[in-house]
T-cell receptor
Framework: DVKVTQSSRYLVKRTGEKVFLECVQDMDHENMFWYRQDPGLGLRLIYFSYDVKMKEKGDIPEGYSVSREKKERFSLILESASTNQTSMYLC?????????????FGPGTRLTVL | GDSVTQMEGPVTLSEEAFLTINCTYTATGYPSLFWYVQYPGEGLQLLLKATKADDKGSNKGFEATYRKETTSFHLEKGSVQVSDSAVYFCALARYGNKLVFGAGTILRVKS
């Protein structure tokens, strides 16, 4: 069974802290994505990666960075957390273009920044 | 740019009622279209998809037809169950597998 796991289901941090959200997939997928989910806005793409060491900005990259040192792991980093980054964060993975375009999602991390 | 618009919720139905959730899109070309479902406390799961015009996606009693003329991909189910209560997201795939999501529609089914 395909699986995408995220390091925490719930996280509470303080303004200004550096925050790491980890995502691991076991499907040998090339593509990985980070989204944030907010009520009334759906999911918005923050960053994505098509291969190890590669990263591309999505629609709302400001205030975030990412790291992909291994194929199965994609980390989202909040360099200095702010209250407007309180949200649900979802990681996903998929095969490369030309393969299935279905994305598989992790359970999400609900981050609260105080 | 590409966008997806879906009907606002919440939608509240009685068990065994007919369900329609409207979804329209704006895109360059003919993208693949998806419905994802999010059950309480979980991530998103693919419900169904269609990759070209007039394709019908179906799964678990849900159906949606890719209508190029009306740029729509409405989700339907003939008889909903309490277990269908969830948030439903319509989405399209941009170049490079990137998805654009609608705002989501909350469905509540009462017994």
């Amino acid at each position: 069974d395909v699986k995408v796991t995220q390091s925490s289901r719930y996280l509470v941090k303080r303004t200004g802290e550096k925050v790491f959200l980890e995502c691991v997939q076991d499907m040998d997928h090339e593509n990985m994505f980070w989204y944030r989910q907010d009520p009334g806005l759906g999911l918005r793409l923050i960053y994505f990666s098509y291969d190890v060491k590669m990263k591309e900005k999505g629609d709302i990259p400001e205030g975030y960075s990412v790291s992909r040192e291994k194929k199965e792991r994609f980390s989202l980093i909040l360099e200095s957390a702010s209250t407007n980054q309180t949200s649900m964060y979802l990681c996903a993975s998929s095969s490369p273009p030309g393969g299935s375009d279905t994305q598989y999602f992790g359970p999400g991390t609900r981050l609260t920044v105080l | 740019g590409d966008s997806v618009t879906q009907m606002e919720g919440p939608v509240t139905l009685s068990e065994e009622a007919f369900l329609t959730i409207n979804c329209t899109y704006t895109a360059t070309g003919y993208p693949s279209l998806f419905w994802y479902v999010q059950y309480p406390g979980e991530g998103l799961q693919l419900l169904l998809k269609a990759t070209k015009a007039d394709d019908k996606g179906s799964n678990k009693g849900f159906e949606a037809t890719y209508r190029k003329e009306t740029t729509s991909f409405h989700l339907e189910k003939g008889s909903v169950q309490v277990s269908d209560s969830a948030v439903y997201f319509c989405a399209l795939a941009r170049y490079g597998n990137k998805l654009v999501f609608g705002a989501g529609t909350i469905l509540r089914v009462k017994s």
